[in-house]
């Protein structure tokens, strides 16, 4: 694991740019969630109707966790955007990003699998993290 972490090597250029086209473009989709932080209930119960979840509960808990999960993401995005800049000085922390975001993908999958979510959901999701954070391991492997 240490050697995992080591002093960056240099990568090639190539890679670096993957690396940061791949950490720019999460960044940008992780920032639209900025929108549902104050988006109205109205509007989320619409979106959530129409993609088949039926009536979204006008309940606090509801409002907190969708509000807070949505600053969260957004707030991951700029850091992600900001690592993009600088992609051997954040070698040690974009590996760690990408094996934990893989991780991350295999405890999500189950998590939509036991919610349960719409077939076309889960298989969506799982496929984009395990794609995304795969692709991404791969760049910044030595």
């Known amino acids: 694991m240490s050697d995992f972490l080591r002093e960056p090597e ?46 979204l509960p006008e309940l606090p808990m509801v409002a907190y966790l969708s509000r807070s999960l949505s600053l969260f993401y957004a707030w991951i995005g700029v850091l992600v955007i900001w690592t993009s800049f600088d992609v051997t000085r954040y070698l040690p922390w974009i590996r760690i990003f990408a094996v934990s ?4 993908g295999a405890l999500q999958t189950a998590i939509d699998y036991l919610a349960p979510v719409p077939l076309w959901w889960l298989i969506a999701e799982g496929s984009f993290l395990f794609l995304y954070f795969g692709a991404l391991a791969w760049l910044t492997r030595k």
Do not use: D, N, Q, T
């Not at 975001?101 to 991350?104: E, K, Q, R, S, T």
């Open 10 to 55: 240099p990568l090639a250029p190539g890679k670096c740019r993957g690396i940061a086209f791949l950490l720019r473009g999460l960044g940008v989709i992780s920032l639209g969630a900025l929108v549902a932080v104050a988006m109205p209930h109205a509007w989320m119960e619409r979106i959530h109707e129409r993609i088949g979840l039926g009536s």
């Open 101 to 104: 975001g893989l991780v991350a």
